[in-house]
Each structure stands twice: as C-alpha cells, then as structure tokens.
C-alpha cells in the first residue's frame, strides 16, 4: 500500500479530512467524498481514465487516460435526498477539444486526494461559449 495523507484544511480539517492513498490499487470509497474534499483542488489538474471496457477494446475516445482541469465544485443541496448522509455536489471539469471523451464511468486521479472511481463524466454546455477551446465535463454526487 502507498503513503497515506489526511486531506482537508481550514480550522475543522479534523471533521472533513479524508484518509487518500497514493496506492493505485486503491480508490477511494464515494460515499466518503464531501465538496470540502475537494475545494481546496480548484483549478489543479486531474487524470481522466474510461473504465468502460467495451469502449477501450474499441480504442474509443478517452480509452487513455486524459489530464484535465477541476474548475468548479458546487454543492447540491436542492437535490440531496433527506436521508442522505452528506449533501449532494457536483464537480466540473475542463479538458482539451481533442480527445472528446465519450459519456461513461470514470476514474479521477489527483496526486494528492488519490484515485476516486467510478465517476459518470457527461459532457456538459460550455459555459464560455462555442469558442472556448476547451470540453466541459460534469460528474454529480447525490
């Protein structure tokens, strides 16, 4: 197993943090994850990796991994069951024009939280434009 870290900050580190490994073999459990997680992250580069064997076999777009930047964490609360543990967030993602990665899970990896998997990337509006040069993609957490 890899070094562990405690991710969190900020004076309540200790009721947000979140043990990651750096260990591959490892993702990080999703009912874990909080927005506060990854605030901290905004605007740091992350590896987008299809998990979606059907689609690898066929060499699809995104079959390899794509780094991409984590531009926007919002949280959900108009859309958090009541029963729910944490409320819901999404995270927003920037990556190149090319490879447009297709709809399907997804593993996230940023070297300090860790591998987190499987995520469901779609492909979102840009919110810049149609000149932007880059793709929007979303993941969301309930």
């Known amino acids: 197993m ?5 991710i969190g900050g900020g004076p309540s580190a200790q ?15 999703l009912e874990t994850l909080s927005a506060d997680v990854f605030r901290p992250y905004e605007g740091a580069a ?6 979606d064997l059907v689609d690898v076999e066929r060499e ?14 919002t949280e959900c609360p108009e859309s958090t069951p009541s029963w729910a543990k944490r409320t819901g967030f999404s995270l927003l993602f920037a990556g190149p024009q090319e490879p447009r990665l297709p709809q399907g899970l997804y593993a996230i990896h940023h070297r300090e939280i860790g ?10 509006q840009n919110p810049n434009g149609p000149f932007d040069p ?3 993609y979303q993941a969301i957490l309930n």
């Open 15 to 29: 009721d947000r943090s979140v043990e990651a490994t750096h260990d591959d073999t490892d993702a990080l459990a």
């Open 115 to 124: 591998r987190i998997e499987p995520m469901l990337l779609v492909a979102v």
């Open 2 to 6: 890899g070094d562990r870290t405690t």
């Open 46 to 51: 992350v590896v987008l990796t299809l998990l």
């Open 134 to 136: 880059q793709i929007y």
């Open 60 to 73: 699809a777009p995104g079959a390899h991994p794509v780094e991409a930047t984590l531009i926007e964490v």
